[in-house]
């Protein structure tokens, strides 16, 4: 389990930020290297999950493990739950202070897969998830609109006060990390405001899947907690027949599974396999 926990973490260190700077009025988080280091060391530090924590979930704790093991960060709060008469609100992820700058910040952490439908009309709207119940404008919506106004709730205030601070102390970012996949047709695709390193792999339909081109090759269908991780990593390959039977059975609950391919010893790809079909 420790092995599996690390390769998780390899992979969300490894996966970079959706965009840098400013974008639609959400400041992305930049730790530069303090958080980019394979540190701690793993051996030693791998934390134990239950194996019944999302891919969210998994994420922020590995962001806490580094944050915990940083010299330029300082954990002030995390996991928030902000309550009114014993009703929900909302949740702060993070509270941190920046040791360099002494700045307070509140953090969102994000952690994505999206793939590229060209049939919305602005580049933005076109990047969703692969089950098509959620987009990158919805997630940014959310942010900007609910999780950072919960910071100036009265109740959130009270909070703060305990840690001798104010929401006018703190500056708020969002630290959204992604993996990008695009219709398998496409050779390339250049866009100004999001950064292309995102770019993990496609996404084709069953029936491109179903075809000469992929019956030659090794699969691998990883559960969700492990898309993060690199494909070389897969275990127990199965065939093109037994692959398309696990496709079945996720497209029968509406799911649409990430594939990985192993091409040869050294050469694999990553993609998911659509049970909608794009428009044209």
Known sequence: MKNRIKKQLLGYLHTPPLWRGELLGLKQFEPGKALTREQPDPEKAIPSLSSNFVLGKRMESFFELLIQNSDRYKLLANNIQISREKITLG???????DLHTNQNIHLELVYKFYVYDPSFSSEEARWIGPNRKDSFLQKMEKLRQKQFPLLHKPETRDFLKSLNLAPEDLIQQTYFKAKLFLPRTYQEHNSTKLNQECIAGYYLSFNEFDSTNFQD????APSKQDWPVAPKFGRDWVSFS???EQIQ?????????????????SEFEAFFVVWWEREN
């Not at 949740?91 to 202070?97: A, G, I, R, V």
């Not at 090759?217 to 691998?220: A, C, I, T």
């Not at 996720?250 to 040869?264: G, Q, T, V, Y």
């Open 217 to 220: 090759f090794k699969y691998y």
């Open 249 to 265: 059975s996720a497209f029968d609950k509406k799911k649409s599974p990430l594939i990985w391919m192993k091409r040869s010893e």
């Open 242 to 244: 037994e692959i398309k």
């Open 91 to 97: 949740e702060l992820d993070f509270l941190l202070k």
